[in-house]
């Protein structure tokens, strides 16, 4: 077939190539930068509760916002991207969210604020297809170890955000978040560093014809697979949301913390989080994407279905252990669904993200509604059973190529 690649010694392709570390490092780094720019918006929000006295309906409507302006954009952008890559889009969505951050800062009512954070929600909706792409160009073939890679470096900027913005805003007042200028700048500058070599790359690639790699499904399986995976990430991302949106709110509630100790916990759960991306990918490789797919998910039940009902040194040990495994899941379902539709690397990358942002700003609304009307602590009695849907992963075929 036209399509299929020939795998032996002589053949031209990704998976001989050789892994580009310093450019996989540095979209790591700047996925890193650009997530800890968009950790600023929930890390704030015990301010901005206070500060304009908004309901956890509105709470959960900022979120609503900024991941539907982060979703909805995504898969388009791949689909554009795919046809026509643009090597320095990222640094035209990073101008997006430096706009955002700024009014943010300034912002002194709820529409300003949604207006700023839907500004943020552009620029991350830019970002990630094309640095999804630019990850799996780089692998060499290591697909798994590449996309844990840069989903450790968007982890940490989620878990090192909100402890800046304890550090930093928290102590001061919201004028304080126009010190993250200063990690867009930063930002702008690696961003170019990439957008050269990937240029470069597309350069070299056109001259030379790459075979592609397809797997050995009919169109049907293949679309079952995918709607499989868009379940898992409607489990996976709805309960990281009760805990990315809510769990500083949980904590001062049940537990009478205050808003820098309450951050401290959620970064303690972001940091895990990283962790568990770390491990995922690689174990993918080794082992198959399936079951790691299906262990991360289904395997975080039991400490989900605990933490509602445990004191405060285990709820903070419970979260550490719900991070790493739940957190393992992504890069795994990233990299396996970019393997069952290979030639849209860009569409696919955009509609999981997008959709895992969606998922999260959904959850985020409901959960805000929710939590008005029967309370913080109730919503994680009811979170607790999400990952439980992860059974569906047992149903995934395991991928094998047409050689």
């Not at 200028?181 to 170019?192: E, K, P, Q, S, T």
């Not at 009919?218 to 949301?241: D, E, M, Q």
């Amino acid at each position: 077939m036209k399509d299929t690649l020939n795998v032996g010694p002589s053949a031209s392709s990704e998976n001989v190539q050789k892994t580009v570390y310093p450019i996989l490092f540095s979209i790591a780094f700047a996925h890193l930068l650009n997530d800890m720019l968009q950790a600023v918006i929930p890390s704030v929000y015990p301010i901005l509760k206070d500060s304009y006295q908004l309901s956890f309906t509105q709470i959960g409507l900022i979120t609503f916002a900024y991941q539907m302006a982060a979703s909805i954009l995504q898969p388009f952008v791949g689909f554009y991207t795919d046809k026509k890559p643009q090597p320095y889009s990222q640094i035209y969505g990073m101008l997006f969210t430096l706009c955002g951050i700024i009014l943010l800062s300034f912002a002194a009512n709820f529409y300003v604020i949604i207006l700023s954070v839907i500004l943020v929600g552009i620029g991350s909706s830019i970002f990630h297809p094309e640095a999804s792409r630019i990850s799996f160009l780089a692998s060499g073939g290591k697909r798994g170890l590449a996309q844990s890679v840069f989903q450790l470096g968007g982890n940490t900027g989620t878990a090192i955000g909100p402890l800046l913005v304890a550090l930093l805003v928290v102590p001061n007042d919201q004028r304080y978040i126009l010190l993250f200028v200063i990690v867009v700048v930063i930002a702008l500058f690696v961003l170019r560093h990439i957008a050269t070599w990937y240029a470069e790359h597309l350069n070299l690639r056109s001259k030379k014809k790459v075979a592609i790699v397809l797997p050995n499904l009919s169109k049907n399986r293949i679309v079952i697979s995918v709607i499989i995976l868009l379940v898992i990430i409607f489990s996976k991302f709805f309960y990281t949301a009760s805990m990315s949106s809510y769990f500083t709110f949980y904590l001062i509630e049940k537990f009478g913390l205050s808003v820098k100790d309450a951050q401290l916990y959620l970064f303690l759960f972001l940091a895990s989080c990283a962790v568990g991306t770390l491990f995922g990918g690689p174990l993918g490789d080794r082992f198959g994407r399936k079951y790691v797919i299906w262990f991360s998910v289904l395997g975080a039940a039991p400490f989900t279905l605990l933490l509602p009902y445990a004191d405060l040194f285990w709820t903070g040990t419970l979260s550490v252990i719900i991070g790493i495994i739940i957190s393992s899941a992504f890069p795994a379902i990233l990299v396996y669904a970019q393997e069952l539709l290979p030639k849209k690397l860009g569409m696919v990358s955009g509609l999981f993200y997008g959709f895992a942002f969606g998922m999260g700003g959904l959850g985020s609304a409901l959960l805000g509604y929710t939590a008005d009307h029967i309370g913080i602590e109730r919503v994680y009695e009811i979170c607790a059973y999400l990952p439980l849907i992860g059974i569906v992963a047992l149903f995934l075929p395991n991928l094998k190529k047409k050689i």
